[in-house]
């Protein structure tokens, strides 16, 4: 099995090597064997495990989110239920996320029609809003 180091596996990964040695404190991943001179030495399985976390993150989860979903990798024979709860309340998670982002997307586009350049900022439109007790 071909072994890599830890700035091997970060360059492979594209990710930095302060980034593994946090997913390794997280228990992401696996603490690496070690070579006779002490250097950590990963696999290629490192590497899968990686992308996988990488690619979840990609996709909104958590690094809570993705511990979870790497300890259903370790049942290999089991139905995919519990990875597709996951992803469905990922969904809900971010249509809730796009709704607040629409009503925000909303409420600039009036204060900002609300605002004309030349007043002083005592008058301003958008700074008053943000004083009043009035939410959006």
Do not use: H, W
Not at 53 to 71: D, M, P, Y
Not at 89 to 108: H, N, Y
Request: a positive charge.
């Amino acid at each position: 099995m071909e072994t890599m180091t830890r700035g091997e596996l970060a360059k492979k990964c594209d990710v930095n090597v302060e980034a593994l040695r946090y997913y390794e404190k997280r228990k992401l991943i696996d603490p690496p064997k070690r070579s006779e001179a002490g250097y950590r030495l990963y696999t290629e399985e490192d590497i899968t495990r990686i992308r996988f976390i990488k690619n979840a993150q990609t996709l909104g989860f958590s690094l809570n989110e993705i511990l979870e979903l790497l300890k259903l990798r370790i049942y290999k024979n089991k139905s995919c239920e519990g990875a597709m709860k996951k992803a469905q309340a990922k969904l809900e998670d971010v249509e809730i996320k796009i709704k607040t982002l629409r009503i925000i997307k909303k409420s600039l586009k009036e204060l900002i029609k609300q605002c004309e350049e030349a007043i002083p900022t005592n008058d301003c439109p958008i700074l008053s809003k943000f004083e009043s007790q009035n939410s959006f």
